[in-house]
């Protein structure tokens, strides 16, 4: 799952507040132009570290969420098949969060920082996940279409110039894609099913297509860092590139699977080989970057709480490993 | 919140015969529980046959500024790659 860099849409771009060495940014911003990767140790002016924390941090806690919404149906799932699948993706989404937070923490940020962030609404997460699952459709439209949206963001993020996070992109992508097959398969076994069963495909398609592409962020005109993290190889495309080619491979998709994208301008461009698609409501997007989802609340609240009723098995993990440390230190 | 777990660096062995490589990195509070964060995160679809697992902070790193009086001395050495001598033609097995 991801996020691409989210922001306030007032929120000022980032300004160079720090004055950086103009010899070591010139060489910086050489090698990054070089595709050299950035490792840990090496100098790197503020507004890139920041700018990596940022959006790091914010993919990792989208991975962290996105367990949410899903595990709401694990017990639910229609059989001990897609139960023990969807069991193995929400896991996979668990050690993607926490390969981010570790490729974020080499940048001087800390574990607990960023999870304290998180839980007191300050740090963002991916809009798409302050969307209900209301039902099992939408764990295939979720695979689907999320996990297919993610795919097209994190394929060029393992090129990104910074080492730790690329790497971390490299492991995520290659178990990404089982994510969107199970998904897929879901919803062609729905879509082939009963006339109620391929309602709720359909449903669930409705619901889902637009908050998944909103999930590739404002448009190229109203995305202030968009140069900058462009010019740094942290994003390697636009928002709006993106944006397209995930729509231009979907649709044939869900055609193929005998199910209606909900865009009537939806149409396809013979000239630019590619679909013209209709009005995005940002309105609604900026809304949902604010906290004003449907399920925000609900989501930090589950999030929250499974974090203060596991502090006893963290304080006692703590506790243990300094009653050995003493012991081996007597003996 | 309770104080940040210590950082361990996971390393694994992909197969018997070849050596454990850098995978990533945990938080664990000792070394048996960071064992088995690093098998849950790191080795979910048969990546590897052995784990290490070492305490971060018990890593010494060489400083990238230095890596111009590390590393380059060796590229003007070129006489230690065998493809630096020339062979007269016909010679063979050499």
């Known amino acids: 799952m991801y996020t691409t860099e989210l922001k306030d849409k007032n929120q000022a771009p980032q300004s160079a507040a720090v004055v950086e060495d103009p010899a ?13 990767f950035i490792e840990p140790k090496d100098w790197m002016p503020e507004a890139y570290r920041k700018t990596l924390v940022r959006q790091i941090s914010q993919h990792a806690h989208s991975e962290i969420v996105g367990m949410l919404p899903e595990g709401n149906w694990i017990t639910r799932a229609p059989n001990l098949r897609r139960k023990a699948i969807l069991l193995a993706k929400v896991q996979d989404e668990g050690g993607h969060g926490l390969y981010l937070y570790a490729a974020a923490e080499t940048l001087g940020t800390s574990r607990e920082e960023m999870i304290d962030a998180l839980h007191s609404g300050r740090a963002k997460y991916s809009t798409i996940f302050n969307y209900p699952t209301l039902t099992w459709a ?3 439209a979720i695979g ?5 949206a993610a795919i097209m963001n994190q394929v060029p993020l393992q090129r990104t110039s910074y080492g730790p996070y690329a790497r971390a992109m490299v492991r995520i992508c290659k178990e990404e894609s089982f994510h969107q097959r199970q998904g ?20 669930a398609l409705n619901r889902w297509w637009w908050p998944s592409i909103m999930m590739f962020g404002p448009p190229d005109e109203n995305s202030p860092n968009t140069a900058q993290s462009i010019r740094w190889r942290i994003k390697r495309e636009t928002n709006d590139e993106l944006r397209q080619k995930f729509i231009d491979v979907t649709v044939p998709q869900a055609e193929a699977i005998g199910l209606t994208v909900p865009d009537p301008d939806l149409t396809w461009n013979e000239a630019r080989g590619s679909y013209d698609y209709g009005a995005i409501d940002w309105d609604e ?10 399920v925000a609340k609900e989501r930090m609240q ?7 009723e596991g502090a006893w098995v963290r304080e006692a993990a703590a506790a243990h490993a300094a009653k050995h440390q003493a012991r081996e230190a007597a003996e | 919140m309770t104080k940040n777990w210590p950082l361990w660096e996971v390393f694994i062995r992909a197969k018997n015969g070849l050596s454990h490589r850098h995978a990533g990195s945990v938080h664990a509070a000792d070394a048996k529980m960071a064992l088995e964060a690093a098998r849950d995160t790191y080795t979910r679809r048969m990546e590897g046959v052995s784990l290490w697992v ?18 380059e001395p060796a590229a003007d050495k070129v006489y230690r790659h ?9 010679v063979k097995n050499i």
């Open chain 1, 285 to 294: 997007f900026y809304a949902v970057v604010r906290g004003e989802g449907p």
């Open chain 1, 138 to 140: 939408d764990i295939g």
């Open chain 2, 54 to 71: 070492v305490p971060s902070a018990a890593i010494v790193a060489s400083d990238p500024g230095d890596a111009a009086e590390l590393f």
């Open chain 1, 184 to 203: 897929y398969e879901i919803m062609t076994a729905l879509a082939a099913g009963t006339d109620a069963q391929k309602r709720m495909a359909q449903d």
């Open chain 1, 302 to 308: 589950a999030r929250v709480k499974a974090w203060e």
């Open chain 1, 144 to 148: 689907w279409l999320v996990d297919g």
């Open chain 2, 82 to 90: 065998p493809t630096f001598y020339v062979i007269p033609e016909g």
């Open chain 1, 24 to 36: 070591r940014l010139e060489a910086f911003e050489a090698r990054v132009a070089a595709d050299d």
